[in-house]
């Protein structure tokens, strides 16, 4: 996914019935492990696909994760709900960049990224290429079902 983790976010929060910090939470997470494009742009030169990042790994996701949510269990459980939101959304993130982008599922055994839908470079830009393949298709309709919730709520 190029544009729709933000959305996805919000899509999940609403799933969950959360708002304010909680819903926060949800799209803070969703959008996090994006979050490695500045090292990727401002400091690696990209000289590796971004999805290699400790912070695009399920592995390193599931560790931590589990950690977090044990400490908080024990240690500030009133945290839980936005830490598993988060957690929530950091997982839908890695499972929407499964779609076309491509995640290491199988790390640290192997770095391959598993990919549904290759998109090829039809064009001279990556980013048109993934515009304009049909598997784009899908992000415009989280944008679009975001989008109606967010605006049917605040019109109602
Ligand atoms: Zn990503």
Same mark, same amino acid.
């Given at each position: $996914?190029?544009?729709?983790?933000?959305?996805? @976010?919000?899509?999940? @929060?609403? @799933?969950? =019935?959360? =708002?304010? #910090?909680? $819903?926060? +939470?949800?799209?803070?997470?969703?959008?996090?492990? *994006?979050?490695?494009?500045?090292?990727?742009?401002?400091? *690696?030169?990209?000289?590796?696909?971004?999805?290699?990042?400790?912070?695009? $790994?399920?592995?390193?996701?599931?560790? /931590?994760?589990?950690?977090?949510? /044990?400490?908080?269990?024990?240690?500030?459980?009133?945290?839980?709900?936005? +830490?598993?939101?988060?957690?929530?959304?950091?997982?839908?993130?890695?499972?929407? *960049? /499964?779609?076309?982008?491509?995640?290491? #599922?199988? #790390?640290?055994?192997?770095?391959?990224?598993?990919?549904?839908?290759?998109?090829?470079? /039809?064009?001279?830009?990556?980013?048109?290429?993934?515009?304009?393949?049909?598997?784009?298709?899908?992000?415009?309709?989280? #944008?679009?079902?975001?989008?109606?919730?967010?605006?049917?709520?605040?019109?109602?």
């Amino acid at each position: $996914m190029i544009t729709a983790h933000l959305p996805s @976010g919000y899509l999940l @929060g609403r @799933g969950i =019935r959360a =708002r304010g #910090w909680l $819903m926060g +939470a949800a799209v803070l997470g969703a959008v996090f492990p *994006d979050f490695d494009l500045i090292w990727f742009y401002g400091v *690696d030169g990209r000289a590796f696909h971004h999805h290699l990042y400790w912070v695009h $790994m399920p592995a390193f996701w599931l560790v /931590t994760g589990a950690a977090l949510l /044990t400490v908080l269990r024990l240690a500030a459980p009133g945290a839980l709900p936005f +830490a598993a939101a988060f957690l929530a959304g950091v997982a839908l993130h890695l499972v929407l *960049d /499964t779609f076309a982008g491509g995640i290491a #599922w199988a #790390w640290p055994v192997s770095n391959h990224l598993t990919t549904l839908v290759a998109v090829p470079a /039809t064009q001279s830009h990556w980013l048109l290429s993934f515009i304009l393949h049909w598997s784009f298709l899908p992000e415009l309709a989280i #944008w679009a079902a975001a989008l109606f919730l967010f605006f049917k709520r605040k019109l109602s």
